[in-house]
């Protein structure tokens, strides 16, 4: 599992039927660094494209998972999906780093 932030939405015109009730949510990975430095406005891996029945918003701060483990959830009935959020981090506690 991953942490990441949500930029945006994708509006599909027909959803197929197992993933009604959900959203596909944009969200960029972030990496130790992003979180270190506390400034998530300009994360720089690439986004990807992750199914959302939590009800995340934007620039809101996920815990993902992907591939396997994201339709993990579902068995046996199986979601066409390769990323999946699991969990909306209210708050994100980090111990200071030490300088020596």
Known sequence: MRLGQ???????????????????RVLVPLSAADLAA???GQPAAEPLVAWDDLGAGDDQLVA??????????FRPHDKPIDAYVAAIIDRLDLPRSRTT
Do not use: K, M, N
């Open 6 to 24: 949500t930029i945006g939405t994708v509006t599909l015109v027909e959803p197929h039927p197992t993933v009604r009730g959900g959203v596909f």
């Open 38 to 40: 506390g400034d998530l």
């Open 64 to 73: 993902f998972s992907e591939g396997g483990e994201a339709a993990q959830p």
